[in-house]
């Protein structure tokens, strides 16, 4: 399902904050090791999971990602963030409503999956 948005294997970020009820990682209780797995062999993933504590640290490494998964707490990706990110076409989300942050997001053109 990725490789038909690149001709090349896409760079792609996993970013989500983590919320008090989940002990674990919220992105592998969420997507699960087999889910997380396929991502990685099916993307060129970037190795350190995005948060909102984290993501000006390194907003300048993810300048080619394409692709983020997320779910709760996607880490706000305001205006000029998004500029940052010029490469991004889709965010995979699983878990919730994307009422909160999807206006700016599709304004832009980047495709959301729920």
């Known amino acids: 399902m990725i490789r038909v948005m690149s001709r ?36 060129d993933l970037y190795p350190v999971r995005i948060t909102s504590d984290n993501l000006d640290e390194h907003l300048s490494d993810l300048q080619d990602v394409e692709v983020v998964f997320s779910c ?31 206006v700016p997001i599709l304004q832009r053109g980047v495709r959301i999956y729920s």
């Open 8 to 43: 090349t294997t896409p760079k792609a970020a996993l970013m989500a904050d983590n919320v008090p009820w989940i002990r674990d990682d919220i992105i592998s209780a969420i997507y699960g090791e087999s889910r997380l797995d396929r991502i990685r062999r099916e993307s």
């Open 72 to 102: 709760w707490r996607l880490p706000p990706l305001l205006l000029e963030r998004l500029d940052q990110l010029p490469n991004l076409k889709a965010i995979f989300y699983a878990s919730g409503s994307v009422a909160n942050f999807a």
